[in-house]
């Protein structure tokens, strides 16, 4: 898969590599985790939520696998937060990353729509509402931080030795597996916004776009110092 990814890149600059690294990695991780709902609404439910869970784990790991090595594999505006925060990234480069996970969630989103399906609102993340909003707010920051965990422990473990991609993807599915029902478990405000927009169900973007970036957010400020980076 990396020979791929090369020869796809290698008449790129630097900021190019990553751009389309960004967009590409976001638009499969995005087909993969809301095409899985969509399809599962499609089938009444019969594919159920290992289903839902499993799908963006492959689409996470394969992005990981893919271009880890060329643009640190965010996928996500608010992983791209968390390495700014570390200064694994600058500002310059935040601005370009957020407009490629941004570019790549709608392809996402729109090639779903397309092609697969318009059920479930394009697979837009929905909180349970039964559940107190702090708590809602509260698992959604959960879900974010220990993605961003796992991620900044494959950075700092040479990625687990391989397995990089396999844990980060894993820390994806188990969260949808575990937190869905309460808050959506997103973790991607990238994954959120994309079919939100096209299917003009917005009214949940609020927790996606705040509570994502706050979890994250927190993890890199206590591993900023752990590792030395500040």
Do not use: C
Not at 206 to 218: D, E, N, P, Q, R
């Amino acid at each position: 898969m990396q020979r791929v990814s090369n020869r796809i890149t290698s008449k790129l600059t630097t900021p190019q590599k990553k751009f389309f690294a960004e967009v590409i990695g976001t638009f499969i991780v995005v087909v993969l985790a809301t095409g899985s709902v969509v399809l599962d609404a499609k089938y009444g439910g019969s594919l159920g939520l290992p289903f839902v869970a499993f799908a963006p784990f492959v689409g996470v790991a394969i992005s990981v696998y893919l271009f880890g090595k060329i643009s640190m594999a965010h996928f996500n505006p608010a992983v791209s937060v968390g390495f700014l925060i570390s200064k694994h990234i600058t500002k310059k480069q935040l601005a370009y990353y957020f407009a490629a996970e941004i570019l790549g969630a709608l392809l996402g989103s729109l090639f779903v729509m397309v092609v697969i399906g318009h059920e479930a609102d394009l697979g837009a993340n929905a909180p349970n509402y039964s559940y107190p909003l702090p708590l809602i707010f509260g698992i959604e920051v959960l879900a974010s931080a220990l993605l961003m965990a796992v991620i900044y422990t494959a950075v700092y473990t040479n990625g687990l030795k391989g397995f990089g991609g396999l844990a980060i993807g894993g820390i994806v599915g188990l969260d949808i597996f575990f937190l869905a029902f309460i808050s959506g478990a997103s973790m991607n405000p990238a994954r959120s916004l994309a079919p939100a927009l096209l299917s003009g169900v917005v009214q949940n973007l609020w927790l996606y776009w705040s509570a994502t970036f706050v979890g994250t957010s927190i993890v890199a400020v206590i591993l900023r110092n752990k590792f030395h980076l500040s």
